[in-house]
Structure formats: structure tokens, C-alpha cells
């Protein structure tokens, strides 16, 4: 069975730094594309950047490139997203996926609240 | 970018009643479409993948159609259950791109 855990909820301040992780199972973690999506408070989805571990290919959206930095350590099956100089409009829950196949799979996910 | 563009933004309907909603794409995403659905406070869910295929334990009602550029999301007779949001995204090109969502709200 597929199943994406991630980290528990963060609170932090304006200007700080954040990194939260995506740990994978139940599948071949370093074959498909895993990566992160936004989702602002009563807004829509939005894909972030994907990575695939056994490939060290990624991409960014353009709408994060420079904010955000995606990563993974096959080692132990799980991604990670960095978030640098923090705003108060970070504030969202983010959720890994992973595309196995045609099929997605998804975390729970990790609600970040940035205080200014 | 691929933009991806949902119609109705709201459908009010009741239970039992029959549900379609609509998706556009800017461009060719060939068979790269899925359709979720997502409750207040839950990640979102696969229900579609493929323009048509169900996800493992998605009801029968559930129907996606389509092809290239224009899709479908059919709810045959809603349930109680089925009132939420629902997105379509494709995965044809980066970045990956979801629609803006249609909620399906109790009439």
C-alpha cells in the first residue's frame, strides 16, 4: 500500500526558515515523480515543485522558483521542502504527492502558519 | 503554463439529482487528466485518472470523459456525501496545473 506520512504542523515567525518532510512507502520511491502542493487558506491547489530521487531531477513551478527548495533522501524514502525568508502569506497547508504510474497518492498534510 | 479552467464555479443541486461539471485545458493534455474531490479541513482525493478511470474504491456514479482539451465530471444521482469541492489537474507538462475548482453545493 502506498502511503505518504508528513511532519506535524510548524508555526514560525516572519524571516525564518522552514523544513518540512514527506516520508514514502509501499512503493519505488526513487522511480516516480513525488513533489509538493500549496493550498492557501479558502483558496485552490497549486503544485509547487516535483523531484525524482533516483533520477536528482526537479522542477519548479515559476511561481515558487527562488523561494523553495525540494530535495529528497532516497536512504530513508523521504522528500523534503525547504522554505526560505518566510511571509505571513506562506501560511497554508502543504501536502506532498507522488504520481505512481498515472495513479497520485497523497499526504495528510502540514499546515504552516507564519506570524509577521 | 497550461491553464486549466473549471465550469460552473458553483452548482447548487439536490440529492439524487445528476451533477456535471466541466474542465477545460489551454492545450492538448492528452490522457494526463484527474479529477479530485476535497471535503473542508481533508486532503484532496482521487476519484479520476486517465480522463475515465476510477480510483480504487471511487462509487460507479463517478464518470470522467473527454479528450485533448475538454473534460468531464459526471455525479450520476448525488449523495449526501458528494457535496464538496472538486478539481480537475492535468500532468501533461510542467508545472502540473489544477483547475480553480467547482463546488458542488447542496440546493
Known amino acids: 500500500e502506498v502511503q505518504l506520512v508528513q511532519s506535524g504542523a510548524e508555526m514560525k515567525k516572519a524571516g525564518e526558515s522552514l523544513k518540512i518532510s514527506c516520508k514514502g512507502s509501499?512503493?519505488?520511491?526513487?522511480?516516480?515523480?513525488i513533489g509538493w502542493v500549496r493550498q492557501m487558506p479558502g483558496k485552490g491547489l497549486e503544485w509547487m515543485a516535483i523531484i525524482r530521487p533516483g533520477y536528482s531531477d526537479t522542477r519548479y513551478s515559476p511561481s515558487f522558483q527562488g523561494h523553495i527548495t525540494i530535495s529528497a533522501d532516497e536512504s530513508i524514502t523521504t522528500a523534503y521542502l525547504q522554505l526560505s525568508s518566510l511571509k505571513a502569506s506562506d501560511t497554508a497547508m502543504y501536502y506532498c504527492?507522488?504520481?505512481?504510474?498515472?495513479?497520485?497518492?497523497w499526504g495528510q498534510g502540514t499546515l504552516i502558519t507564519v506570524s509577521s | 503554463e497550461i491553464v486549466m479552467t473549471q465550469s460552473p464555479a458553483t452548482l447548487s443541486l439536490s440529492p439524487g439529482e445528476r451533477a456535471t461539471l466541466s474542465c477545460r485545458a489551454s492545450?492538448?493534455?492528452?490522457?494526463?487528466l484527474a479529477w479530485y474531490q476535497q471535503e473542508p479541513g481533508q486532503a484532496p482525493r482521487l476519484l479520476i485518472y486517465g480522463i475515465s478511470t476510477r480510483a480504487t474504491g471511487v462509487p460507479a456514479r463517478f464518470t470522467g470523459s473527454g479528450s485533448e482539451t475538454e473534460f468531464t465530471l459526471t455525479i450520476s444521482s448525488l449523495q449526501s456525501e458528494d457535496f464538496a469541492i472538486y478539481y480537475c489537474q492535468q500532468h501533461n507538462n510542467w508545472p502540473w496545473t489544477f483547475g480553480q475548482g467547482t463546488k458542488v453545493e447542496i440546493k
Open positions: 504527492a507522488t504520481l505512481v504510474g498515472a495513479i497520485y497518492f
Open positions: 509501499g512503493y519505488s520511491f526513487t522511480t516516480y515523480w
Open positions: 492545450q492538448s493534455v492528452n490522457r494526463h
